[in-house]
């Protein structure tokens, strides 16, 4: 069936990094955006990167913009994102998400993974 | 960035209930929002998109409306496994942006 599943959450101190993973199934993963999505504790959703179909092009928001890279292995249908300099800020359930459709304009989010915690503390 | 606002933040509601969940936009975005239902260490799912589009498989009791910069989600008759937070999202442009939520819960 249509899955997505992260992994690479963790206990991370601040200043170092860590790389999440998504690993795809159930669809053709090369034909799709790709985001992550991120929910601090108690909190609400927040967008965290988009990445297109191919790699092409990729979209942050600004309180990542710079620390933060999402990529993709469309040949291990595998999502990635490799955060820098990380800040108690940064402590969330970090959660892939695909876009409804291949279209290059923004879409909704039609599968979600189960998620991952980064922890970001001394 | 374009601004989400949901009200109310917290619902209070019985089985079969018609409930009402609005959702504003700082500025238009024609009809590019979204729909998500969240429970208690789950992710999020989708319900609807366009603004009113079901999402397949979503019980036809939910349905949105609206464009522009005012939204609403309604559910015609509120069923026991529908007590949980709900989000808006815009989808206008990157950068994308949620609503705070709203929480259903029993009353």
């Known amino acids: 069936q249509v899955q997505l599943v992260e992994s690479g959450g963790g206990v991370v101190q601040p200043g170092r990094s860590l790389r999440l993973s998504c690993a795809a199934s159930?669809?053709?993963?090369?034909?799709?955006?790709m985001h992550w999505v991120r929910q601090a504790p108690g909190k609400g959703l927040e967008w965290v990167a988009v990445?297109?179909?191919?790699?092409?092009?990729?979209y942050y928001a600004d309180s990542v913009k710079g620390r933060f890279t999402i990529s993709r292995d469309n040949s291990k249908n595998t999502l990635y994102l490799q955060m820098n300099s990380l800040r108690a800020e940064d402590t969330a359930v970090y959660y892939c998400?695909?876009?409804?459709?291949?279209?290059?304009?923004?879409?909704?989010?039609?599968?979600w993974g189960q998620g991952t915690m980064v922890t970001v503390s001394s | 960035d374009i601004q989400m606002t949901q009200s109310p933040s917290t619902l209070s509601a019985s089985v079969g209930d018609r409930v009402t969940i609005t959702c504003r936009a700082s500025?238009?975005?024609?009809?590019?929002l979204a729909w998500y239902q969240q429970k208690p260490g789950k992710a999020p799912k989708l319900l609807i998109y366009?603004?009113?589009s079901l999402e397949s498989g979503v019980p036809s009791r939910f349905s949105g409306s609206g464009s522009g910069t005012e939204f609403t989600l309604t559910i015609s008759s509120l069923q026991p496994d529908d007590f949980a937070t709900y989000y808006c999202?815009?989808?206008?442009?990157?950068?994308?942006?949620f609503g705070p939520g709203t929480k259903v819960d029993i009353k």
């Open positions: 500025q238009s975005i024609s009809s590019w």
């Open positions: 998400a695909r876009a409804r459709s291949g279209a290059l304009r923004p879409q909704a989010f039609d599968i």
């Open positions: 999202q815009q989808y206008n442009s990157y950068w994308l942006t």
């Open positions: 366009k603004a009113s």
């Open positions: 159930g669809f053709t993963f090369s034909s799709y955006g």
């Open positions: 990445i297109w179909y191919d790699g092409s092009n990729k």
